[in-house]
C-alpha cells in the first residue's frame, strides 16, 4: 500500500508479504514453501545477469533491515565484478539487540525465504559461499534453518549446477558464541573465523576484506528475505509500499505494555498510533509513557511522538533512529531512571572491552544509575551522566558505545525531573528522611 500521503492505514488494507506465509501449517517445510511460490524468483533471477539482479535491488530502494539502513543495491555494488579472490556472503542473524525479535521468528516460520534470499543474493555477487551466522542460545531456530538448508540441497536448489544453470552455491549456518558485540558486522567476522569476537578497525572495510580477508557482504536476515519478493514483484512493486526514501514492508515488534505483543508486518512509515490500534492499544488503558522505536540503543521517545513516520528519515528527523524497529513501549508505571539503568547494565555486561571509552564508560555509568535509582544520587550526578555520555559518544570503536549513551541522554532530555526526584532527598538543605518527588520510585 501507498504510505507517501497522510492518510492512516487501515489494519484491513494491511497486505502481508514477509509474514504472508507464517500462518501457512508447516509454513517451515520445502513442500509448503514450493506450493506459495517458493523458489519461483530463484528460477527468474538465474534467467538474467548478476549486474541486472544488483541493478533492480537498486531500483527497488532497498535498505538494510539490521538498523542501519544502508541500500543494499549499493552494498553488493562494492563486490569487484571479476573475482581475484572468492566472494562471500555472510547473513547476521546475531539477533541480539533487546526488544527485538523479528529475525528469529522469520526464520522459524518462513526459513525457505531466507535460503532462496541468500542463493540469489550470492548469484548477483559472484559469491559461491554464505554462512548464516545465527544467535547461538536461539536452538530452535538453528536446528530449523540447518533442516531446510538440507532440503534446498536435496532438491537441487544448493550444491553444485544449481537447476542446470552452471551456478554453484554452498550455505553453512553457524551458531554464534551468544554474544551482543557479535552483532556488530566485523565483530561477527572475526567470530566467524574462529577468534574472539571484537569489532576490527575500519577501513577496509567487509567489502574489500572481510571473511577470511575476501570481499564480504554482510546483510542482515529480513534484507535477505526481502529480495525473492522483489524479483518476483518488481522494483515498481516494491515501491508502491512505504515511503519514497524508505521503500517497502517492516517487521515491526512490538512488546511491553500493549495488549497483544508481536510481529507486526506494515509499510514503512507507519507510525505507533497505527501499530497500536493493530495491537489492541495500551494495556489494561493505562496511557503512553516513553518508547523505543528501534530498541535499547536508540534514543527513547515519549507520548508525544505517537505519530512520527517510522522510517529511516522519520525517526531521524525526529531525534532518534529506526534501528530493528524494536518497539518497546512503557506505560506511566514505570521510571525511566530505572528502565535506563538496566540497559546500561546490559551494556556494561556487553561491552567487548576493546577500547577505553565503551569499557569504562559502561562501568561507570551503570554505578552512577545504580547509586541515584537506590536513592544515593545526587543533582551533580545527571551532570556527571552526560559528561561521561560525551566522552563515549563518538569516540567508541563501534556503535555499542553510541548505542549504550543513547537512552541516558535522551532519558535526562525529556524526563530530567525523574532524575531530580531521585535526589531530592540528598540535595543540600534536605530535612532527613524527606521524600523524593512523587513517579520517582517504580
Same mark, same amino acid.
Given at each position: 500500500?501507498?504510505m507517501?500521503?497522510?492518510?492512516?492505514?487501515?489494519?484491513?488494507d494491511?497486505?502481508?508479504?514477509?509474514?504472508?506465509?507464517?500462518?501457512?501449517p508447516?509454513s517451515?517445510?520445502?513442500?509448503?514453501?514450493?506450493?506459495?511460490?517458493?523458489?519461483?524468483?530463484?528460477?527468474?533471477?538465474?534467467?538474467?545477469?548478476?549486474?541486472e539482479?544488483?541493478?533492480?535491488?537498486?531500483?527497488?530502494?532497498?535498505?538494510?533491515?539490521?538498523?542501519?539502513?544502508f541500500?543494499?543495491?549499493?552494498?553488493w555494488?562494492?563486490m569487484?565484478? %571479476?573475482?581475484?579472490k572468492?566472494?562471500y556472503l555472510?547473513v547476521n542473524?546475531?539477533?541480539? %539487540?533487546p526488544?527485538?525479535?523479528k529475525?528469529?521468528?522469520?526464520?522459524?516460520?518462513?526459513p525457505?525465504?531466507?535460503?532462496?534470499g541468500?542463493?540469489?543474493?550470492?548469484?548477483?555477487?559472484?559469491s559461491?559461499?554464505?554462512?548464516?551466522?545465527?544467535?547461538?542460545?536461539?536452538?530452535?531456530? /538453528?536446528?530449523?534453518l540447518?533442516?531446510a538448508?538440507?532440503?534446498?540441497?536435496?532438491?537441487g536448489?544448493?550444491g553444485?549446477? /544449481?537447476?542446470?544453470?552452471?551456478f554453484?552455491?554452498?550455505?553453512?549456518?553457524? $551458531?554464534?558464541?551468544g $554474544?551482543?558485540?557479535c552483532g556488530e558486522?566485523? $565483530?561477527?567476522?572475526?567470530?566467524l573465523?574462529g577468534?574472539?569476537?571484537?569489532?576490527? @578497525?575500519?577501513p577496509?572495510?567487509?567489502?574489500?576484506a572481510?571473511?577470511?580477508?575476501?570481499p564480504?557482504?554482510?546483510?542482515?536476515?529480513?534484507?535477505?528475505?526481502s529480495?525473492?519478493?522483489i524479483?518476483n514483484g *518488481?522494483?515498481?512493486?516494491?515501491?508502491?509500499?512505504?515511503?519514497e526514501?524508505?521503500?517497502?514492508?517492516?517487521?515491526y515488534? @512490538?512488546? *511491553?505494555?500493549?495488549e497483544?505483543? *508481536?510481529?507486526?508486518?506494515?509499510?514503512l512509515g507507519t507510525?505507533?498510533?497505527q501499530?497500536? %490500534?493493530?495491537?489492541g492499544?495500551?494495556?489494561?488503558?493505562?496511557?503512553?509513557?516513553?518508547?523505543?522505536?528501534g530498541?535499547?540503543?536508540?534514543?527513547?521517545?515519549t $507520548?508525544e511522538h505517537?505519530?512520527v513516520?517510522?522510517d529511516?528519515e522519520?525517526?531521524? %528527523?525526529?531525534?532518534?533512529?529506526?534501528?530493528?524497529?524494536?518497539?518497546?513501549?512503557?506505560?506511566?508505571?514505570?521510571?525511566?531512571?530505572w528502565a535506563?539503568m538496566?540497559w546500561?547494565?546490559f551494556y556494561e555486561?556487553?561491552s567487548?572491552?576493546k577500547c577505553?571509552?565503551?569499557?569504562?564508560?559502561t562501568?561507570?555509568?551503570a554505578?552512577v544509575l545504580e547509586?541515584m535509582?537506590?536513592?544515593?544520587g545526587?543533582e551533580?550526578?545527571?551532570?556527571?551522566l552526560?559528561d561521561?555520555?560525551?566522552? /563515549?559518544f563518538g569516540r567508541?570503536f563501534?556503535?555499542? *558505545?553510541?548505542?549504550?549513551?543513547s537512552? /541516558?541522554?535522551?532519558?535526562i532530555?525529556?524526563?530530567?525531573?525523574?532524575?531530580l526526584?531521585l535526589c531530592?532527598?540528598?540535595?543540600?538543605g534536605?530535612e532527613p528522611?524527606e521524600?523524593?518527588l512523587a513517579?520517582?520510585?517504580?
Amino acid at each position: 500500500m501507498d504510505m507517501t500521503d497522510a492518510n492512516s492505514p487501515k489494519p484491513d488494507d494491511l497486505t502481508p508479504v514477509l509474514t504472508k506465509r507464517w500462518l501457512s501449517p508447516t509454513s517451515w517445510s520445502l513442500r509448503t514453501y514450493e506450493q506459495l511460490e517458493g523458489y519461483t524468483a530463484l528460477r527468474k533471477a538465474l534467467r538474467a545477469t548478476p549486474d541486472e539482479l544488483v541493478e533492480l535491488v537498486k531500483a527497488a530502494g532497498l535498505r538494510g533491515r539490521g538498523g542501519a539502513g544502508f541500500p543494499a543495491g549499493v552494498k553488493w555494488s562494492f563486490m569487484p565484478k %571479476e573475482p581475484v579472490k572468492p566472494h562471500y556472503l555472510v547473513v547476521n542473524a546475531d539477533e541480539g %539487540e533487546p526488544g527485538t525479535c523479528k529475525d528469529i521468528p522469520l526464520m522459524m516460520a518462513d526459513p525457505h525465504s531466507l535460503v532462496e534470499g541468500v542463493i540469489i543474493a550470492c548469484y548477483a555477487m559472484r559469491s559461491h559461499f554464505s554462512a548464516i551466522y545465527v544467535r547461538g542460545e536461539a536452538l530452535h531456530c /538453528i536446528r530449523r534453518l540447518n533442516n531446510a538448508v538440507q532440503e534446498a540441497y536435496a532438491a537441487g536448489y544448493l550444491g553444485k549446477d /544449481i537447476l542446470g544453470s552452471g551456478f554453484d552455491c554452498d550455505v553453512v549456518v553457524h $551458531a554464534g558464541a551468544g $554474544a551482543y558485540i557479535c552483532g556488530e558486522e566485523t $565483530a561477527l567476522l572475526d567470530s566467524l573465523e574462529g577468534k574472539r569476537g571484537q569489532p576490527r @578497525l575500519k577501513p577496509p572495510f567487509p567489502a574489500a576484506a572481510g571473511l577470511y580477508a575476501c570481499p564480504t557482504t554482510v546483510n542482515n536476515v529480513e534484507t535477505i528475505a526481502s529480495v525473492p519478493f522483489i524479483v518476483n514483484g *518488481g522494483s515498481d512493486w516494491f515501491r508502491s509500499m512505504g515511503r519514497e526514501k524508505s521503500p517497502g514492508p517492516k517487521i515491526y515488534s @512490538l512488546s *511491553g505494555h500493549v495488549e497483544n505483543p *508481536g510481529q507486526y508486518e506494515a509499510p514503512l512509515g507507519t507510525t505507533l498510533r497505527q501499530l497500536l %490500534e493493530l495491537a489492541g492499544g495500551m494495556k489494561d488503558g493505562v496511557p503512553l509513557k516513553f518508547w523505543t522505536p528501534g530498541g535499547s540503543s536508540t534514543p527513547l521517545f515519549t $507520548a508525544e511522538h505517537l505519530d512520527v513516520p517510522l522510517d529511516f528519515e522519520g525517526a531521524a %528527523e525526529a531525534g532518534s533512529m529506526l534501528g530493528t524497529t524494536a518497539l518497546m513501549v512503557f506505560n506511566e508505571t514505570v521510571s525511566v531512571p530505572w528502565a535506563v539503568m538496566k540497559w546500561t547494565q546490559f551494556y556494561e555486561h556487553e561491552s567487548c572491552g576493546k577500547c577505553t571509552p565503551c569499557r569504562e564508560g559502561t562501568f561507570w555509568l551503570a554505578q552512577v544509575l545504580e547509586r541515584m535509582v537506590a536513592g544515593h544520587g545526587t543533582e551533580e550526578d545527571i551532570d556527571t551522566l552526560l559528561d561521561v555520555c560525551d566522552n /563515549i559518544f563518538g569516540r567508541s570503536f563501534c556503535a555499542l *558505545g553510541d548505542g549504550a549513551v543513547s537512552p /541516558i541522554t535522551s532519558g535526562i532530555k525529556y524526563f530530567r525531573e525523574e532524575f531530580l526526584a531521585l535526589c531530592q532527598q540528598n540535595r543540600p538543605g534536605a530535612e532527613p528522611g524527606e521524600p523524593a518527588l512523587a513517579g520517582a520510585a517504580r
